[in-house]
């Protein structure tokens, strides 16, 4: 059985070897660097490019003994994270203002971010702000333009064009269309062809069919 100290208890006073270890142990766990809110300053590396670049500020300051707060600096050249497999990618880049999320490596990052692949530990610093990873997608307005289930339904909502580029296009469905449609290849309803389709009924001559009726 444990040995029970009897009328023995922990020192509480600020002098105690106690309080001064806890005190030492909290000191180097604040200079670790800590998962955070921040907001995007400015973007490098958007669209059909490899995975960019983003700066970022936290938004959680910090904070002395006394509760004075100081706003931490700028975070610069942070990988953000893009939703990819092998050379397929859903494209939807950070923005400026976008409120996000980083996340801190336990080791230096920076000869992994340069070479795009394995390689050594830049430096021997641990649990460090530069060594962050952004995540967007929190914290952000509604949008204006999406792709995605509203209701029951599955929009595709854009300011610009909705362009298709693909080899071959199959629809399974019924289709309303809001706007105008332009094709750059042959567009078919079943087996009839709409650049090759013939209509029966009528005599070889230089006069047009009439328009198509409902």
Same mark, same amino acid.
């Given at each position: 059985?444990?040995?029970?100290?009897?009328?023995?208890?922990?020192?509480?006073?600020? #002098?105690?070897?106690?309080?001064?270890?806890?005190?030492?142990?909290?000191?180097?766990?604040?200079?670790? #660097?800590?998962?955070?809110?921040?907001?995007?300053?400015?973007? &490098?590396?958007?669209?059909?490019?490899?995975?960019?670049?983003?700066?970022?500020?936290?938004?959680?300051?910090?904070?002395?003994? +006394?509760?004075?707060?100081?706003?931490?600096?700028?975070?610069?050249?942070?990988?953000?994270?893009?939703?990819?497999?092998?050379?397929? *990618?859903?494209?939807?880049?950070?923005?400026?203002?976008?409120?996000?999320?980083?996340?801190?490596? #336990?080791?230096?990052?920076? $000869?992994?971010?340069? $070479?795009? +692949?394995?390689?050594?530990?830049?430096?021997?610093?641990?649990?460090?702000?530069?060594?962050?990873?952004?995540?967007?997608?929190?914290?952000?307005? *509604?949008?204006? &333009?999406?792709? #995605?289930?509203?209701? &029951?339904?599955?929009?595709?909502?854009?300011?610009?064009?909705?362009?298709?580029? *693909?080899? &071959?296009?199959?629809? $399974?469905?019924?289709?309303?269309?809001?706007?105008?449609?332009? +094709?750059?290849?042959?567009?078919?309803?079943?087996?009839?062809?709409?650049?090759?389709?013939?209509?029966?009924?009528?005599?070889?001559?230089?006069?047009?069919?009439?328009?198509?009726?409902?």
């Amino acid at each position: 059985m444990p040995t029970k100290l009897v009328g023995t208890k922990l020192p509480t006073d600020s #002098g105690s070897n106690l309080n001064a270890l806890n005190a030492a142990i909290r000191s180097v766990i604040s200079t670790m #660097g800590a998962n955070l809110p921040v907001q995007v300053l400015s973007v &490098e590396g958007v669209g059909l490019n490899p995975v960019g670049f983003v700066d970022v500020q936290p938004l959680v300051h910090q904070q002395d003994g +006394a509760g004075r707060t100081t706003p931490r600096g700028i975070i610069h050249n942070v990988p953000y994270i893009r939703l990819q497999g092998g050379t397929r *990618a859903i494209i939807c880049d950070p923005a400026v203002g976008d409120i996000g999320y980083i996340i801190i490596s #336990g080791r230096d990052i920076s $000869n992994v971010k340069a $070479n795009r +692949a394995a390689a050594a530990p830049g430096s021997f610093r641990q649990h460090d702000y530069a060594d962050a990873v952004y995540i967007g997608g929190l914290l952000n307005a *509604a949008p204006s &333009e999406y792709i #995605g289930w509203v209701g &029951e339904d599955v929009h595709v909502h854009t300011a610009g064009k909705f362009i298709i580029d *693909a080899a &071959e296009c199959d629809i $399974n469905c019924a289709v309303n269309v809001q706007g105008p449609v332009t +094709a750059t290849g042959d567009v078919k309803a079943g087996s009839i062809s709409l650049e090759s389709h013939t209509h029966s009924g009528v005599q070889t001559g230089s006069a047009s069919t009439g328009g198509p009726q409902g």
